[in-house]
């Protein structure tokens, strides 16, 4: 599923079916999990940056995006 699409009828139903607070802890573990993902990635395009550029990087990108 691409960002543009919207949610399926089975993925709406199974949203519905959480509590707040699932929702929430789901939310909470795909943006640390997309943090992960960026950091992997500058990684892969810096392998000469330090974890702590990579990771000052991350809060960065992460402090000033935009959708």
């Not at 939310?27 to 330090?50: E, N, V």
Request: charge should be positive; hydrophobic fraction near 35%.
């Amino acid at each position: 599923m691409s960002s543009d699409e919207p949610a399926s009828d089975d993925q709406r139903a199974a949203l519905r079916r959480m509590t707040p607070w699932q929702r929430w802890q789901a939310g909470r573990r795909f943006y640390w999990t997309l943090r992960r993902h960026k950091a992997a990635f500058l990684k892969s395009q810096h392998a000469d940056w330090s974890d702590e550029r990579i990771q000052t990087e991350v809060r960065r990108l992460f402090l000033y995006a935009r959708s």
